[in-house]
C-alpha cells in the first residue's frame, strides 16, 4: 500500500493554521485522499492530558527544560498512536504544528541547549519527519491582533500569546531561518493575504510535493 503524506503547518501566532489546514484537507478530499487533521500539542487523549498543562501555564514555573520535556512527551505519544499510524495505512496528516514550533518556541526563544533539543526530537519523532512543511508568515503584530480578536471577551491569551511583542519577533525569524536552511522541506506563505489565496498557494505547495513523492516512489519501485 502506497505511503501516506505528512504536512506539517508552522507559523506565529493567528497565522492562519486551523483555517488553511481545514481547507487543505477539503481540497485533498476531494482529489479521492484520505486525510486526517490533528494538531500539537494534543492530537491523541494522552498528549491531548498534555496540552491543557502546556498551554494553561501550569508547567511554567518548572521551567524552559520541563516544558520542552512535555512537549516532546505528548509528541511521541502523538506520532505513535495516531500520525505514524495513518501514515503507514496511506492516509495523509495534516499537523498544526510539530517540531519546528519546538526548535522556535523552546529552543530559541527559550534558549535550550542545541543538544539537548536534538536529543529530545530524536527521540519524539523516532524518524517521522514531515514530507513538508508549510511556514505561514506574517507580522507579529498583526497576528496578535487577529488572535485576539477571535477570542471570546473571557478567554485570556495562553501560555504563548501574552508573551512580548519582542520574542513573537524572534520567533518569526527563527522560522524563516528554518525554511532557507531546509528548503526541500519547507515553503513560506504569505499569511497577511486574503485567506482564498492563501489557500490557492497552500494546495499548490501540497500538490506539487505529493506529486513528486509519488513519482519518486514509482521510480524506485520500476528500479
Given at each position: 500500500m502506497p505511503r501516506g503524506f505528512f504536512i506539517t503547518f508552522e507559523g506565529g501566532e493567528g497565522a492562519g493554521k486551523s483555517t488553511?489546514?481545514?481547507?487543505?484537507?477539503?481540497?485533498?478530499?476531494?482529489?479521492?485522499?484520505e486525510v486526517i487533521?490533528?494538531?500539537?500539542?494534543?492530537?491523541?487523549?494522552?498528549?491531548?492530558?498534555?496540552?491543557?498543562?502546556?498551554?494553561?501555564?501550569?508547567a511554567e514555573p518548572f521551567g524552559q527544560s520541563m516544558e520542552a520535556i512535555l512537549f516532546a512527551a505528548a509528541r511521541s505519544d502523538h506520532v505513535e498512536q495516531v500520525i505514524r499510524p495513518a501514515i503507514e495505512r496511506g492516509?495523509?496528516?495534516?499537523?498544526?504544528?510539530?517540531?519546528?514550533?519546538?526548535?522556535?518556541?523552546?529552543?530559541?526563544?527559550?534558549?535550550?541547549?542545541?543538544?539537548?533539543?536534538?536529543?529530545?526530537?530524536?527521540?519524539?519523532?523516532?524518524?517521522?519527519?514531515?514530507d513538508l512543511t508549510v511556514i505561514l508568515d506574517i507580522d507579529p503584530e498583526e497576528g496578535l491582533r487577529r488572535a485576539g480578536a477571535r477570542r471570546s471577551a473571557e478567554e485570556a491569551p495562553d501560555r504563548f500569546e501574552k508573551e512580548t511583542l519582542a520574542i513573537h519577533r524572534r520567533r518569526r525569524k527563527a522560522f524563516l531561518e528554518i525554511a532557507k536552511a531546509e528548503p526541500g522541506r519547507c515553503v513560506v506563505v504569505d499569511a497577511s493575504?486574503?485567506?482564498?489565496?492563501?489557500?490557492?498557494?497552500?494546495?499548490?505547495?501540497?500538490?506539487?510535493?505529493?506529486?513528486?513523492?509519488?513519482?519518486?516512489?514509482?521510480?524506485?519501485s520500476n528500479a
Open positions: 488553511q489546514i481545514g481547507r487543505l484537507a477539503e481540497s485533498l478530499r476531494a482529489d479521492g485522499r487533521v490533528t494538531r500539537e500539542p494534543g492530537g491523541s487523549p494522552g498528549a491531548e492530558a498534555v496540552r491543557h498543562v502546556l498551554l494553561s501555564g501550569a492516509a495523509d496528516v495534516l499537523c498544526d504544528r510539530f517540531l519546528d514550533s519546538s526548535r522556535v518556541y523552546q529552543g530559541v526563544t527559550g534558549d535550550l541547549d542545541p543538544a539537548f533539543m536534538r536529543n529530545l526530537e530524536r527521540v519524539a519523532i523516532n524518524g517521522m519527519l514531515p493575504l486574503e485567506p482564498d489565496r492563501v489557500a490557492t498557494s497552500v494546495l499548490k505547495a501540497a500538490r506539487g510535493a505529493i506529486a513528486g513523492e509519488t513519482a519518486a516512489a514509482g521510480r524506485r
